[in-house]
Nanobody
Framework: VQLQASGGGLVQTGDSLRLSCAASEGTFSRYAMGWFRQAPGKERELVAAISRSGSSTYSLGSVKGRFTISRDNAKNTVYLEMNSLKPEDTAVYYC?????????????????WGQGTLVTVSS
C-alpha cells in the first residue's frame, strides 16, 4: 500500500494543524496506523497510533491532550489533529501502516511508510 501524507506547514506557537495520510488501496482497514516524527538529530518516535478498527489509540505522553489520531476507513485516511503546537513539536511527521489489528510503538514493526510532511512551529 502507498501512503501519502499531507498537511504540514509553518505555524506559530499555539496554532493548530491537521495532518492527513491517504492510502492507495481499499484494504486500508486491515492496517493499524501510526504517526511518527523525527526532529533533526533525534530518533524517530511514535506520536500517536490507532488500531485498525479505530477502537484503540495511543498517544505519546508529551502530546496527550493536544494531539488526536483518528481514521476514516471509508476514505482510506488517517488523521492527526494537532492543537496547541509548541516549538518542540517541530519535526518531519510520517504516517505508517502495520498489517495487523493493533499498532506497535516500534517503528521496525510497520510495513509501509509515507514520505513525510514537515511541521515547523515558530516561537
Amino acid at each position: 500500500v502507498q501512503l501519502q501524507a499531507s498537511g504540514g506547514g509553518l505555524v506559530q506557537t499555539g496554532d493548530s494543524l491537521r495532518l492527513s495520510c491517504a492510502a492507495s488501496e481499499g484494504t486500508f482497514s486491515r492496517y493499524a496506523m501510526g504517526w511518527f516524527r523525527q526532529a533533526p538529530g533525534k530518533e524517530r518516535e511514535l506520536v500517536a497510533a490507532i488500531s485498525r478498527s479505530g477502537s484503540s489509540t495511543y498517544s505519546l505522553g508529551s502530546v496527550k491532550g493536544r494531539f488526536t489520531i483518528s481514521r476514516d476507513n471509508a476514505k482510506n485516511t488517517v488523521y492527526l489533529e494537532m492543537n496547541s503546537l509548541k516549538p518542540e513539536d517541530t519535526a518531519v511527521y510520517y504516517c505508517a501502516a502495520r498489517d495487523g489489528i493493533y499498532y506497535s510503538v516500534q517503528a521496525r514493526e510497520y510495513d509501509y511508510w509515507g514520505q513525510g510532511t514537515l511541521v515547523t512551529v515558530s516561537s
